[in-house]
Nanobody, 119 residues
Framework: QVQLVESGGGLVQSGGSLRLSCAAS????????VGWFRQAPGKDREFVAQ????????YYADSVKGRFTISKDNAKATVYLQMASLIPEDTAIYYC????????????WGQGSQVTVSS
């Protein structure tokens, strides 16, 4: 089992920045990748970014490319999502998730962190 705890959400004005953290514990050595997803009110959950644990390869949704940066600190078993140039459309609950193999669905999910961007 892997446990994930997000932190760092909040309210920010349009154009501002926030950093989300996702702290992993448990069997973290089994993790293949960690991703960030978000779900806005009335919308489906969508992929935001992913980082592969061993290679550090990163992937982004087109909607956040160039504005968001995913990174990790192996020693702290923590993944970060640095969000810049925020716009109201970024308002959502942000979830981090982990999977144990490339072709598997995400197995473990955090509790979510609210990000609200005011115009």
């Amino acid at each position: 089992q892997v446990q994930l705890v997000e932190s760092g959400g909040g309210l920010v004005q349009s154009g501002g920045s926030l950093r989300l953290s996702c702290a992993a514990s448990g069997r973290t050595f089994t993790v293949y990748a960690v991703g960030w997803f978000r779900q806005a009110p009335g919308k489906d959950r969508e992929f935001v970014a992913q980082i592969n644990w061993s290679s550090s390869d990163t992937y982004y949704a087109d909607s956040v490319k160039g504005r968001f940066t995913i990174s990790k600190d192996n020693a702290k078993a923590t993944v970060y999502l640095q969000m810049a140039s925020l716009i109201p459309e970024d308002t959502a609950i942000y979830y981090c998730a982990a999977k144990v193999a490339r072709l598997r669905a995400y197995d473990y999910w955090g509790q979510g962190s609210q990000v609200t961007v005011s115009s």
